[in-house]
């Protein structure tokens, strides 16, 4: 017998396939995982996603960034990365911006992840 151990909430388990490889806790990260995917990989993940968005904000808003259970941490993480990928989908069309320097020269800077993670 095998035993699945959910990454996410019970109710977020079609979204399960991405929790293990789609969350990050930086925006650097999630920028370079990003730009290492392919277009059928970053529409997949936005048609997965986008549809659930709704829910994955309600279901977060109930938790403090002070406080956050990890499963909902990480529901959070797969938010983030949609806001990651959905410029790649609808408006460059490519995994990275065309016509543009390589994304390894940019740098990018943002604040630490504020997100404290509850482990129970």
Same mark, same amino acid.
């Given at each position: 017998?095998?035993?699945?151990?959910? /990454?996410?909430?019970?109710?977020?388990?079609?979204?399960?396939?991405?929790?293990?490889?789609?969350? =990050?806790?930086?925006?650097?990260?999630?920028?370079? =995982?990003?730009?290492?995917?392919? /277009?059928?990989?970053?529409?997949? =993940?936005?048609?997965?996603?986008?549809?659930?968005?709704?829910?994955?904000?309600?279901?977060?808003?109930?938790?403090?960034?002070?406080? /956050?259970?990890?499963?909902?941490?990480?529901?959070?993480?797969?938010?983030? /990365?949609?806001?990651?990928?959905?410029?790649? %989908?609808? %408006?460059?069309?490519?995994?990275? %911006?065309?016509?543009?320097?390589?994304?390894?020269?940019?740098?990018?800077?943002?604040?630490?992840?504020? %997100?404290?993670?509850?482990?129970?």
């Amino acid at each position: 017998m095998t035993v699945t151990l959910s /990454m996410l909430p019970l109710e977020f388990a079609d979204l399960e396939r991405f929790a293990a490889d789609w969350t =990050f806790p930086s925006e650097r990260e999630r920028n370079q =995982f990003r730009v290492q995917r392919s /277009m059928t990989e970053l529409e997949d =993940f936005y048609q997965t996603i986008l549809p659930r968005m709704d829910a994955l904000c309600e279901y977060i808003d109930q938790f403090s960034l002070d406080g /956050m259970p990890r499963p909902a941490a990480r529901l959070l993480q797969l938010g983030l /990365m949609l806001m990651e990928v959905v410029p790649a %989908v609808e %408006v460059y069309r490519a995994p990275d %911006v065309p016509n543009s320097i390589a994304y390894d020269r940019l740098r990018i800077i943002s604040p630490n992840d504020p %997100v404290r993670i509850l482990d129970n």
